[in-house]
């Protein structure tokens, strides 16, 4: 899941995004309204959380442009992070199309949660996926192979859940670069290519990520 977060103070933007990052998510992070419209021309997310309080506006323009303006490619879920706490302040986020509405200071397991329930509402999965005989439980961030578990680190993590989120379609190499991995991911060390080929070793024989050749990779049901 890649994240857009939109937030001015940049110490806490700091700690989210950390933060974010070791929960397996690839997060770009922006510090003004101009910076987010810049990305969102050319970067498909999966969340956005926004701050409304921006030197440049109101998060509340942006996330009302993200419904109306074809050139801005709008979020799945739209999070709003504000310390506004007014009821008015909260129904007017929700009915600007935000998905969600979390008052600072806020819990980061809270957040979390937060994150982890939108992708449920979004996809329509629970908070363990199954695609044969892999189970994911999204929460602890384990998995399983036949039974076993499979330790894997943070990017393998959120590689083999973007997988499971799309069971039997083929990804292609932009797929996973768009929505696994963020800016700051380093294109030698952290490749698709690398990571995916340790995935496929971990997750052992038969092979339940395939290559589709001149395609990508599909993540098939090896029960």
């Known amino acids: 899941m890649r994240i857009l977060l ?3 103070e940049t110490a806490l933007a700091e700690v989210v995004a950390l933060g974010l990052r070791n929960e397996a998510y690839a997060v770009d992070v922006v510090g003004t309204l101009a910076a987010a419209d810049e990305l969102l021309r050319i970067v498909d997310f999966d969340v956005a959380c926004i701050d409304l309080g921006l030197p440049d506006g109101d998060g509340l323009d942006l996330i009302r442009r993200l419904a109306t303006d074809p050139e801005l490619c709008r979020p799945r879920r739209i999070i709003v992070l504000t310390a506004r706490d007014a009821v008015t302040d909260r129904v007017a ?3 600007a ?6 008052v600072k200071p806020f819990a980061f397991p809270e957040l979390v949660a937060r994150l982890r329930a939108l992708g449920r509402r979004r996809d329509g999965h629970g908070a363990v996926l199954e695609v044969g ?9 384990q ?17 083999l859940r973007y997988f499971m989120h799309h069971p039997g379609e083929v990804l292609s190499l932009g797929d996973l670069l768009e929505h696994v991995w963020d ?3 380093d294109p030698f060390t952290s490749s698709p290519r690398v990571i995916l080929s340790r995935l496929r070793r971990k997750l052992g024989t038969p092979a339940p990520i395939v290559t589709v050749t001149n395609v990508g990779y599909q993540l098939v049901s090896q029960a």
């Open 133 to 141: 005989d892999v189970t994911m439980d999204v929460a602890t961030h």
């Open 93 to 95: 986020g929700l009915d």
């Open 6 to 8: 939109v937030e001015d």
């Open 97 to 102: 199309g935000a998905d969600d509405y979390l």
């Open 183 to 185: 800016a700051n991911a």
């Open 143 to 159: 998995v399983w192979r036949a039974g076993t578990e499979v330790p894997l680190t943070a990017r393998e993590f959120a590689l």
